[in-house]
């Protein structure tokens, strides 16, 4: 047994090796002083303060986390409504098909799915823009959302509902004061997830911009066909930091509720304690 997890612990520490080991390489780079990636010849924050007096990549850096604050957001509020009349569907024969087709959205292609959006714009002569964008990311972020809250409430207690019910709660009272609370971790985790699929997502976003707009991973793209410049090693460290700042507050933020739960929970807690 001792061997397994030593193996396991191997297993874990290589994946995360290959995972880290290009964004360690990418972000020591960012302060090279030679401008390019071949030979490291000195420190240097000239690549950072280009990136500050380049106004385009500034604005792109904005828009495209506009688009994934919004897209998340929206799509968290849908998929969130989504996985819970999914849940309470009656026939299973209903859920079951209902779940068939978030799934396949999931697996489908991205360029099936940008291919999709674009020749749906085309049809309805939608303006392809910053709308298009924030549109079709909404709808590929709403099945991430659905499968984040799904599990949540499969493990919510669906005996305080039936409780609620018959001390005469209405539906926004059970939402408002059991359903929600049980599975707020799980939208949370469905907004991290959407804003993150957002901001990272190429190949939809690709077909779908124009009109002079465009997302970090498109602009990166056309600028990497004409040789890649650090300014985009320093705004991918900075975005880096940025993203890891929010994954350690989300996990913060978890660690502390655990322990107010378990504060709650513990029957030697002189709060809580009932004295004869």
């Given at each position: ?9 191997l ?25 390019t ?51 309470f569907?009656r ?5 079951n098909?209902?779940l ?7 697996v489908?292609?991205d360029v099936?799915?940008?291919a ?46 039936t409780a ?10 059970v939402?408002?004061?059991i359903?929600?609370p ?24 690709f ?28 705004l991918s460290?900075?975005l ?9 507050g989300?996990y ?12 709650h929970?513990?029957?030697?807690n002189?709060?809580?304690?009932v004295?004869?």
């Open positions: 047994m001792t061997k397994n997890k030593n193996w396991a612990k297993y874990l520490f290589v994946v995360f090796i290959l995972l880290y080991t290009p964004i360690a390489y990418l972000i020591y780079y960012s302060f090279n002083e030679a401008g990636m071949n030979q490291f010849s000195g420190f240097t924050l000239e690549h950072y303060a280009a990136l500050a007096e380049d106004s385009r990549l500034l604005i792109i850096a904005l828009d495209t986390i506009r688009v994934a604050l919004l897209s998340a957001l929206i799509a968290t509020v849908i998929g969130t409504f989504g996985a819970i009349g999914i849940y569907s026939r299973r024969q209903t859920q098909m209902l068939s087709l978030n799934n396949i959205l999931l489908s292609p099936i799915i940008g999709s959006f674009l020749l749906l714009f085309t049809l309805v002569g939608f303006q392809l823009g910053f709308y298009s964008v924030l549109l079709s990311h909404i709808a590929f972020s709403i099945p991430i959302v659905v499968l984040m809250v799904l599990p949540r409430l499969e493990e919510m207690n669906g005996n305080m509902i609620a019910r018959d001390l005469g709660a209405n539906h926004l009272q939402l408002k004061e359903i929600l049980s599975i707020t971790p799980g939208i949370l985790a469905g907004y991290f997830m959407a804003f993150t699929y957002s901001i990272d997502d190429f190949a939809v976003t077909f779908v911009t124009g009109n002079g707009f465009a997302t970090l991973s498109v602009e990166i793209y056309s600028r990497a066909r004409q040789g890649v410049s650090l300014e985009i090693n320093a460290t900075i880096f930091l940025v993203a890891f700042s929010l994954v350690a989300y913060f933020i978890q660690q502390q509720r655990t322990r107010q739960k378990l504060a929970m513990d029957p030697t002189h709060e809580k304690a004295t004869p």
